[in-house]
């Protein structure tokens, strides 16, 4: 259950310009993964005021950023330990913009910071980190690293464009991200621990 992110090689594909461009011109990946940041930080300020079309188009510079700084790093032979920590941090910060500016948005259109909208937007925002420390506890232990869905990244950038289109789903679209979430922690947890356990034999 890969979600939306099996459609990744595709999207890379639609990306092959870039990559070659940024080859030619020995552009450091890290900054793609600047970009990414940046991109969601735009994102999170059109979520605040529910601008979804702007939103969109920021969240997809979001997406691109973080799928071009792995690219070119393979494209340029430059992959490095440090470029996965910045790769990791850079994932984990755009993420926090982006439910920080649907947090803004609850409070705006709710009774504001006590509204319960801003506390399941919270609850989501803490339960969107569980499937990528699933994954990066597993492969500490020497497990492969699981990505995508059912409920990863680009799920949740869409999530993210519904709310602020409907903003009266707010409380609705950050429960679905929650169990999404909670779903595909679950679900990478198992195929890790079935995959360290034939390990072991």
Known sequence: MRGLYAL???????????VDAAVARTI??????????????????????GWAIPAVLALALRLAG?????????ARGVSRPWGF?????????????????????AARTGSGWTDTAVVLV?????????????????????????NGGPFGKTERCLAAVVA??????LGAVSLIIIAGSVL???????GARRELSRAQR
Do not use: Q
């Open 28 to 49: 450091s990946p890290d900054v793609f993964t600047l970009l990414g940041v940046l991109g969601a930080a735009a994102a999170g300020a059109f979520l605040a005021y």
């Open 164 to 169: 602020a289109a409907v903003p009266a789903w």
């Open 8 to 18: 990744k090689p595709w999207y890379t594909r639609r990306l092959h310009r870039l």
């Open 85 to 105: 920590v910045l790769n990791e941090i850079g994932d984990r910060l755009s993420d926090l913009l982006m439910f920080a500016g649907l947090a803004v948005l």
């Open 122 to 146: 919270a609850l989501a925002a803490l339960a969107a980190t569980t499937p990528t420390f699933a994954s990066l506890a597993a492969a500490g232990a020497g497990a492969t690293r699981r």
């Open 66 to 74: 973080a799928n071009l700084d792995g690219a070119v790093a393979r």
């Open 184 to 190: 595909t922690c679950t679900l990478r947890l198992l």
